[in-house]
């Protein structure tokens, strides 16, 4: 038990060192960040062994209510946390590069290890209420990264973004947590399991709890109507777009989803939502993709894409197919997925961070190209990554795909979108590597790029063995049991692969040798005015709401009744100007005075007799 | 138990010496830092014994007859909701004497330093009174100062207009509430005789002597009294103003200490001698904390000045402590008392830096500021806390008395009733408080620098009570049972 807890709290304690102790002296910060990231690294590994509930913390009691802070090990416990420690690990020694320079380091190494904490805590809680105040951390660890350079007025609109949309989300979550509190009294995932086969309830009930459970991960893992804040999320260093909006934070969403399939299971109302808004996101956000020219919102909708499998897969948690309830089976589908992309996609956005680092913090890929002779190494790996996204056999990606698209093979619907995104996937990465690697370099920038140092390619190298190999049984057989997962039938892998192969040629073939986009599409470009009709909306009913009721609140409640009911009592007012003519401070002083003297002769009295 | 002085009349007594000291002469700053200084001490030492004695009980007992016919007791005790707002006020008196100026306004100054102390004497007096007679005239004692702080050493031009409006429609609300207060008293005296004493005017286990309709209208003055005084929706819209025109420590103590006085009064008085009397106006009261939460939320959006919004935002979160009052039941009112003590350290902190801007910034108008972060790091580190506090982030006191207060709202709800709906429709509002908090500091802290290039960080000596309050709201907030634990079981008692 005490490893667990020192996994969650020692990145804590660095966050606190940094803050208090050894802000002034960023070198020694970010060792401190590195050395915490390592230590809980390695213990991650004796964890392993480790299973069940360990340790709890009676963190508030009162009247009945109990919640607690208690860590609970499962599989799925230590594949997250695994991936959790692992990416954070590297994302920090990579950091000690691509920030080198920066004027905020300690102030970055801090919102690391304060995000590490959270995170963690995500991953090792036991119940909702604990979850959730790990949530709302997770959200300001968010907020402070993606606002590293505040005074960018487009990264504090950013951070700001983040932190607004995941709150919405998280009024659901909340809300869906008191009303299965309210039908069960439990909070703790094993106890409402427990409750669920003890007793049944209404399925109205367990259908809009679920739904409202469902907005907390629509908000952390940027789904569908929520989806808004990842892009934008950009905004923040590289690296920290890689560990938090791509391998790990997005991804909580999926892993609460996963952890709480019995529910999901009872409420197939809910489920469907879930499967629905998962292939909604992945088809969209892999359309917006098509058309971006900035290298990390590419990778930035793609995440948004694969998430949607993800939660999809999840959603299929429950479902009868070949006479048998797949349950488990489904969400493991989809949690196979988290576990594999986690890799490949903190080794694209690692990649895509060097390639920034070396053209000088450029970020369009119109004017990168030719970096293959330049930095063979972040380009080759990127492209390894690339294969693995776009699910090619047999590198982790398409074992996942498979999987994800095994839960969805009874429903000819998402299956089709499955594989029309998985075509779409293959072509956007190949649009984007055949821009940014081969071809000539298109600015000065570009032709100047050069290979970055060790410490950013050593995370780059073993990202991607995780991305060649985390598909095998050796790499997730000990925490998901292989022959839980669902398999596909008949000629899926083959035709994915197809498809996956299919997306790559049309891409290079597309946009081998050009300088512009020669397909436009406008509506993708802008992102189906998503943001705009939000912008509206707030602009029309949040700030004109606002205004409305400060005009009421000005006008009618203040103006009208409180001025008018002190006009009608004219006494006082006669009262008022009398007092107002003379000198008020001589009249506060002396009724203050009188009003002590007055108090204190009649303690005085009291006391002593 | 006479001749024998408590530490809570001590307490009491501190500041008001102290008043008459600095009346007669003495230096101001110098004799409140030391009356802030010792009350700090004698609070800290009252809440640890409560801590240790249970907050169940009275303790520190003290009573001295003043009138035999009514009787009429000078009387002071601290069970645990007492120890838990003496805490408060001592540490939100303390720091508001400290980033006191040396010199307020023009001439001495003393009458700046007298009202404070009477205020802080004051709300201890009525936090702790066993008499409802006095209970009512310490409120007053306090009220009466901060009205004259306003108007004399107040900012803006509406100064002197705010003050009487404060005055006039907080007078009413206690007119309002004496109403109530003296129902109370002529109706639930013993045959006995006509008494103040609370103890001797609680009901009796069994049979309540008032039928319910008698209580639910001796009930409705109280909750109107008693919602005046802490800003309850629609009797709100005294409290932006004043507070924007206040001093800092004033809207300090009045925010964060002396509105906590009409729910003490809720739960101390009103729920228990009129046990039946809340059924009939419980809808009402959802309602109406609704208005708190949604309605003065949007205003609060809408506010371009940061000191309006803060003041606004202390009144949307007074809804909140409503609806744990509102659920009845030990887990909802331990949360409102846990909120009554959060909101108070976070509002004190979010004024008291406030005031710190304000005097080192030629405007409070969000479109007019921006980018500051850079040049204050200090005062943007420890604003983001506070605003982070104020919207509930986990880690802080505000966090937990939210939790507590929206699972009390649920407690065993396999169906959803009114207090169900209602509380879900008030999780909306920690969505609106994260709007307005995050774009306030997005305007002052975050984005490019416009004017104020020169405003300096906060100075040494002045952050000692800011990293207080901070440290004191996170330690509550990561062990919220050190506060919960002195709530009494105050339902249980009905």
């Known amino acids: ?609 | 138990m006479s001749g024998q002085v408590t530490i809570i009349e001590f307490i009491i007594t501190i500041p008001l010496v102290i008043a008459l000291a600095i009346g007669c002469g003495g230096s101001g700053r110098g004799l409140a830092l030391f009356a802030a200084w010792a009350n700090l001490l004698l609070g800290a030492i009252v809440f640890a014994v409560v801590l240790a004695r249970g907050g169940g009980d009275m303790h520190f007992q003290s009573s001295h007859i003043l009138l035999d016919s009514p009787e009429l007791t000078l009387g002071f005790a601290a069970d645990g909701m007492s120890a838990i707002l003496v805490l408060l006020t001592v540490i939100v008196t303390f720091c508001a004497v400290r980033i006191s100026p040396q010199q307020p306004g023009k001439g001495s100054g003393r009458l700046y330093y007298v009202s404070l102390m009477l205020i802080a004497a004051g709300a201890l007096g009525a936090f702790c009174a066993t008499d409802l007679f006095f209970l009512y005239a310490f409120h007053e004692l306090a009220l009466i100062p901060t009205f004259l702080m306003i108007g004399i050493y107040g900012h803006g031009r509406e100064k002197v207009a705010t003050a009487w409006k404060i005055t006039i429609y907080l007078g009413v609300g206690s007119l309002i509430l004496l109403g109530g207060l003296i129902a109370l008293y002529v109706q639930l005296s013993p045959t006995g005789g006509l008494t103040f004493d609370i103890s001797k005017l609680a009901p009796g286990p069994g049979d309540h002597p008032l039928s319910a309709e008698t209580q639910k209208w001796i009930f409705l003055p109280l909750l109107i009294g008693f919602g005046i005084l802490v800003s309850l929706f629609p009797f709100h819209s005294w409290a932006a103003p004043a507070y924007a025109c206040a001093p800092a420590p004033v809207a300090m103590l009045h925010a964060g200490v002396l509105k906590k006085f009409g729910l003490y009064g809720i739960l101390r008085v009103a729920m228990p001698l009129l046990p039946e009397g809340f059924d009939a106006w419980k809808e009402l009261l959802l309602i109406l904390l609704l208005g708190n939460i949604i309605y003065v939320g949007f205003v609060t959006i809408s506010q371009r000045y940061l000191d309006r919004m803060l003041g606004h935002s202390s009144v949307m979160h007074m809804g909140y402590i409503f609806l744990g009052i509102a659920c009845c039941n030990s887990i909802g009112w331990g949360g409102a008392v846990l909120m009554m003590f959060a909101h108070g350290i976070s509002i004190a902190l979010l004024f008291s830096l406030c005031g710190s801007l304000r005097a080192r910034l030629d405007t409070l108008e969000f479109t007019r500021l921006g980018g500051l972060g850079a040049n204050m790091p200090f005062l943007a580190v420890t604003f983001g806390f506070a605003a982070f506090a104020s919207i509930g982030l986990p880690g802080f006191a505000n966090f937990a008395s939210e939790i507590t207060i929206f699972f009390a709202a649920f407690r065993e709800a396999g169906e959803l009733g009114s207090l169900q709906v209602v509380t879900i429709v008030a999780l909306w509002g920690v969505v609106i408080s994260a709007v307005y908090m995050l774009r306030a500091y997005r305007r002052i802290f975050q984005g490019e620098c416009i004017g104020n290039l020169g405003a300096a960080d906060l100075e040494r000596e002045a952050r000692l009570p800011v990293v207080l309050m901070i440290v004191i709201l996170l330690i509550t907030g990561l062990f919220p049972n050190i506060i919960l634990k002195l709530v009494p079981d105050l339902v249980g008692t009905l």
């Not at chain 1, 020669?518 to 470009?525: D, Q």
Request: aromatic share 12%; hydrophobic share 55%; net charge positive.
């Open chain 1, 1 to 609: 038990m005490t490893t667990a807890f020192i996994i969650l709290l020692l990145p804590l304690l660095a966050a606190t060192t940094i803050l208090l102790v050894t802000r002034t002296r960023p070198d020694v910060s970010a060792y401190v960040s590195v050395i915490s990231a390592a230590v809980c690294f390695l213990l991650t590994i004796v964890l392993l062994g480790d299973n069940g509930s360990v340790g709890s913390f009676a963190w508030l009691n009162v009247g009945g209510l109990e919640l607690k802070i208690a860590l609970e090990i499962t599989g799925l416990t230590k594949g997250m946390i695994l991936v959790v420690t692992l990416v954070g690990l590297l994302v920090h020694i990579f950091s000690l590069g691509y920030m080198k320079d920066d004027a905020g380091k300690a102030r970055y190494f801090a919102g690391l290890s304060l995000f590490m904490f959270s995170m963690t805590g995500i991953v090792l809680a036991d119940n909702f209420a604990m979850m959730f105040i790990f949530w709302e951390l997770v959200g300001v660890s968010s907020y402070l990264l993606i606002g590293h350079w505040f005074r960018k007025n487009s990264a504090a609109e950013a951070s700001k973004k983040a932190f607004l949309v995941n709150r919405i989300g998280d009024f659901g979550f909340m809300a869906g947590i008191l009303l299965l509190w309210g039908a069960t009294g439990e909070i703790s995932f094993s106890g409402l399991g427990q409750a669920l086969d003890r007793e049944t309830f209404d399925s109205t009930l367990l259908n809009w709890a679920m739904v409202c459970i469902f907005c907390g991960a629509v908000g952390k893992s940027a789904q569908v109507p929520l989806h808004v804040w990842l892009p934008d999320a950009m905004e923040g260093p590289t690296p920290v777009s890689a560990l938090i909006h791509a391998a790990t934070m997005v991804a909580a969403g999926v892993f609460m989803l996963a952890k709480v399939t019995f529910l999901i299971a009872a409420a197939p109302v809910a489920a469907s939502v879930i499967q629905h808004v998962g292939a909604l996101t992945a088809l969209v956000a892999a359309l917006m993709a098509t058309q971006q020219s900035d290298i990390k919102k590419i990778l930035a909708y793609s995440t948004l894409s694969q998430l949607g499998y993800m939660v999809m897969a999840v959603g299929f948690s429950g479902f009868v197919y070949s006479g048998e309830v797949i349950g488990v089976s489904a969400s493991n589908a989809g949690f196979f997925h988290l576990y594999t992309h986690a890799f490949f996609k903190a080794l694209l956005f690692l990649g895509a961070g060097a390639v920034i680092y070396a053209c000088h913090h450029e970020q369009d890929i119109w004017k990168m190209g030719g970096l293959l002779r330049l930095m063979p190494v972040t380009a080759i790996t990127f492209l390894i990554g690339t294969a693995a996204l776009a699910g090619l056999p047999p590198l982790s990606g398409f074992w996942s795909k498979d999987a994800v698209m095994a839960a969805a093979q009874n429903n000819t619907l998402l299956l089709v979108v499955g594989a029309i995104t998985a075509f779409l996937t293959a072509f956007y990465m190949s649009r984007l590597c055949t821009i940014v690697f081969f071809g000539k370099s298109r600015s000065v920038a570009a032709r100047e790029a050069s290979e970055v140092p060790l410490v950013m390619r050593v995370p780059l190298i073993i990202l991607t063995l995780g991305a060649v190999l985390a598909g095998f049984k050796f790499a997730y057989g000990w925490f998901i049991n292989p022959a839980e997962l669902p398999h596909p039938e008949g000629a899926l892998p083959l035709v994915l692969s197809v498809i996956g192969v299919a997306g790559i040629v049309a891409g290079y073939v597309i946009y081998s040798g050009r300088d512009k986009d020669p397909i436009r599409v406008k509506a993708f470009a802008r992102k189906f005015y998503i943001d705009e009709a939000y912008h509206l909306l707030v602009r029309v009913f949040q700030d004109g709401l606002a205004y409305v009721a400060k005009v009421v609140d000005q006008l009618l409640i203040d103006g009208l009744i409180v001025r008018g009911s002190a006009r009608f009592t004219s006494g006082m007012g006669s009262l008022l100007r009398g007092l107002q003519g003379g000198n008020l401070q001589s009249h506060a002083f002396l009724f203050g005075l009188g009003v002590i003297i007055i108090i204190y002769l009649i303690t005085i009295t009291i006391t002593s007799r």
